[in-house]
């Protein structure tokens, strides 16, 4: 039994199953794809590096690209965290990316064979004609996934490129060789690619829709929103996605004066400041109405920003744009009171004369960005939502029969896994969609004992004494004025050495109350308190843990599971407290030592792996 908390004197217990256990992989569930960093990062502690690599690949079709780039939820999730610092599971990820992914190849191609998306990498596209507006992390991904499975799919993309952000993350943090390989992969299963074609102006969604049997739209969040002050269309004031292409897209050389203002404290604002501080300016500011504490970016981002030599201004607002001689001069902000109201609605109050004049000659704006979705059809049919977003069911589809969602456009700016997974989604949408069948991706939980089960599991030696090594970064002076990658790779010991310290969650223990004494040895010898001996009214009576008792000891028990009723079949009548007692472990907390096992003199506890299969439903 699991405990979940503890509250009004009993406990909250839930009955696992194997479903449970394989959920208690607290990376895999984080991750939009469902790539299992555990088990990567457990296979690279072996120096398995190619099974690391499969692993990594088989669910992402841009594996090495978020190797560099992904905001990694699985190491915001990570159990290890709750220790003492989360395994760097990206960092691993590029390890062994760099070992065996495109980067490594002459052939990108050669990667298709880990993916475990349905289908086949090398098949003939026979089947129906698909069209892909936008060639994104979303659109490409479903393009991926729909070629596997035999459709003809062409991508209409407005760029010269595909790709979409992908190109507008700086330079020094993704590689663009490595942004083409991939795409390069996807594109050698015979998708097609019609660049230079924006829909609407080169081709009308409506002439699409008699070509195609399918559409899914993925453009994308490439407008700007506007920050709508006082003296925002002076020269020398951008705003920050503007600025980004211009840099990163069109290779234009800006110059940006001494004094450079960003507004905003998110990601890419992150971006624009870091970009803008190598472009050589004496100084780079970041305003922003948030806090330290309260900033959206991530906190590595804003660290190695401060080490550039960024300053930063939280908790001040912009007020005006402030004019000489035409052009910007500096910023007038006002501190902020607070940010968010007492139901956390972005809500901002300011201090009453609390202005103040930040010089620049350059203003950046960072606060967002929207879709631009002006090419669908006007009328009945597509709904629209704030941004420009477009609204979708559940599996991705608009109100219009054959239309399909997929990215930024649907969700809003977010991180490129989750494009990644709303492109799996789609696609598997669209192939139920032409097949008429519902076609669904069905993950089971299988069990096996580790090595001969019961006792040999064991976890490396001191594990739980290995910090945390993040990459290395090139020194600030080395990387504030040039765009060279700032982030280097491990080392081969390094790595080995971080996946060492993975709890490994997959391996749980299993407690046959059969064989079960009750000596409490497995409790005294848990150094993390996992376990714990909990007479069965001390548990709150869920339905489904009433259930258990009443199959294990063969009772009924009543609505308020205080004690067992006389029943029909002849059943006792006794106490709950005087069945027994139940081991409650708190998986949260388990660090998978297996000294419960080794301990157990009646070996009533195994140590078993607990994994997924997965099958695909209506195919």
């Known amino acids: 039994m699991n405990l979940i908390s503890s509250g009004n004197?009993?406990?909250?217990?839930?009955?696992?199953?194997?479903?449970?256990?394989?959920?208690?992989?607290?990376?895999?569930?984080?991750?939009?794809?469902?790539?299992?960093?555990?088990?990567?990062?457990?296979?690279?502690?072996?120096?398995?590096?190619?099974?690391?690599?499969?692993?990594?690949?088989?669910?992402?079709?841009?594996?090495?690209?978020?190797?560099?780039?992904?905001?990694?939820?699985?190491?915001?999730?990570?159990?290890?965290?709750?220790?003492?610092?989360?395994?760097?599971?990206?960092?691993?990820?590029?390890?062994?990316?760099?070992?065996?992914?495109?980067?490594?190849?002459?052939?990108?191609?050669?990667?298709?064979?880990?993916?475990?998306?349905?289908?086949?990498?090398?098949?003939?596209?026979?089947?129906?004609?698909?069209?892909?507006?936008?060639?994104?992390?979303?659109?490409?991904?479903?393009?991926?996934?729909?070629?596997?499975?035999?459709?003809?799919?062409?991508?209409?993309?407005?760029?010269?490129?595909?790709?979409?952000?992908?190109?507008?993350?700086?330079?020094?943090?993704?590689?663009?060789?490595?942004?083409?390989?991939?795409?390069?992969?996807?594109?050698?299963?015979?998708?097609?690619?019609?660049?230079?074609?924006?829909?609407?102006?080169?081709?009308?969604?409506?002439?699409?829709?008699?070509?195609?049997?399918?559409?899914?739209?993925?453009?994308?969040?490439?407008?700007?929103?506007?920050?709508?002050?006082?003296?925002?269309?002076?020269?020398?004031?951008?705003?920050?996605?503007?600025?980004?292409?211009?840099?990163?897209?069109?290779?234009?050389?800006?110059?940006?004066?001494?004094?450079?203002?960003?507004?905003?404290?998110?990601?890419?604002?992150?971006?624009?400041?870091?970009?803008a501080v190598r472009l050589g300016p004496k100084e780079v500011h970041v305003v922003c109405l948030e806090s330290w504490k309260e900033m959206p970016a991530d906190p590595m981002e804003i660290e190695d920003s401060v080490d550039e030599g960024i300053l930063f201004h939280p908790s001040n607002g912009p007020k005006r744009a402030v004019e000489k001689n035409g052009v910007v001069s500096g910023l007038e902000v006002t501190k902020v009171k607070s940010v968010f109201d007492d139901q956390r609605r972005f809500n901002p109050q300011f201090f009453e004369n609390s202005e103040w004049v930040l010089e620049a000659d350059t203003i950046i704006a960072s606060i967002g960005q929207a879709s631009d979705v002006s090419f669908l059809p006007q009328g009945p049919g597509f709904r629209i939502g704030r941004g420009g977003t477009l609204i979708v069911n559940p599996d991705m589809s608009t109100n219009v029969p054959g239309v399909y969602g997929v990215g930024d456009v649907v969700t809003g700016p977010r991180i490129f896994i989750e494009a990644i997974a709303g492109g799996q989604k789609a696609a598997m949408a669209v192939h139920s969609y032409l097949t008429g069948k519902n076609i669904e991706i069905l993950k089971k939980g299988v069990s096996t004992l580790v090595g001969d089960g019961i006792r040999d599991h064991q976890m490396p030696k001191d594990w739980t004494r290995i910090p945390r090594q993040n990459p290395a970064l090139l020194v600030p002076s080395l990387r504030a004025n040039n765009f060279n990658l700032a982030e280097l790779s491990y080392v081969e010991k390094t790595a080995v050495e971080e996946g060492t310290r993975c709890l490994k969650c997959h391996i749980n223990p299993i407690f046959n109350g059969d064989l079960c004494i009750l000596c409490g040895g497995c409790v005294d010898i848990c150094p993390e308190y996992a376990l714990k001996m909990v007479p069965l009214d001390q548990m709150e009576p869920?339905?489904?843990?009433?259930?258990?008792?009443?199959?294990?000891?063969?009772?009924?028990?009543?609505?308020?599971g205080a004690s067992a009723k006389n029943a029909a079949d002849g059943k006792p009548d006794v106490k709950l407290s005087k069945l027994g007692t139940a081991m409650i472990w708190d998986g949260n907390v388990c660090i998978r030592c297996g000294y419960c096992a080794r301990r157990c003199p009646t070996q009533a506890i195994t140590m078993e792996h607990l994994e997924y299969t997965q099958e695909v439903k209506g195919s």
């Not at 992390?137 to 993309?157: K, N, P, S, W």
């Not at 920050?240 to 292409?245: D, E, P, Q, S």
């Not at 339905?543 to 028990?557: C, F, G, R």
Request: neutral net charge.
């Open 9 to 275: 004197h009993k406990y909250n217990i839930e009955v696992p199953g194997v479903e449970y256990f394989a959920q208690e992989v607290e990376c895999r569930n984080a991750c939009p794809v469902g790539t299992d960093g555990g088990a990567y990062v457990q296979a690279i502690a072996n120096q398995e590096y190619e099974k690391a690599y499969a692993i990594a690949r088989g669910p992402n079709p841009f594996a090495s690209i978020c190797g560099w780039v992904c905001n990694a939820p699985c190491e915001s999730a990570c159990n290890k965290g709750n220790v003492d610092r989360p395994i760097a599971i990206r960092a691993l990820k590029r390890f062994v990316t760099e070992k065996y992914g495109v980067e490594t190849l002459k052939d990108p191609s050669g990667t298709l064979k880990y993916s475990t998306a349905p289908g086949k990498p090398y098949g003939i596209n026979t089947g129906e004609k698909i069209a892909i507006i936008g060639g994104g992390a979303g659109g490409l991904t479903a393009a991926h996934d729909l070629a596997r499975l035999g459709y003809q799919v062409t991508v209409f993309e407005a760029n010269r490129f595909l790709g979409g952000m992908f190109y507008l993350v700086p330079e020094y943090r993704l590689p663009r060789p490595l942004v083409r390989a991939e795409i390069e992969a996807i594109m050698s299963m015979g998708v097609e690619a019609r660049l230079n074609t924006r829909v609407g102006k080169d081709i009308s969604f409506e002439e699409i829709q008699k070509d195609f049997k399918a559409i899914i739209v993925g453009v994308g969040c490439w407008l700007p929103r506007s920050l709508n002050i006082e003296g925002h269309t002076l020269p020398g004031f951008m705003e920050g996605l503007n600025f980004l292409k211009r840099v990163y897209i069109d290779h234009e050389k800006i110059n940006l004066g001494e004094k450079v203002v960003i507004i905003g404290g998110g990601n890419v604002a992150m971006d624009v400041c870091r970009t």
């Open 542 to 560: 869920t339905p489904v843990l009433q259930k258990a008792i009443e199959n294990y000891y063969d009772v009924s028990l009543n609505g308020a």
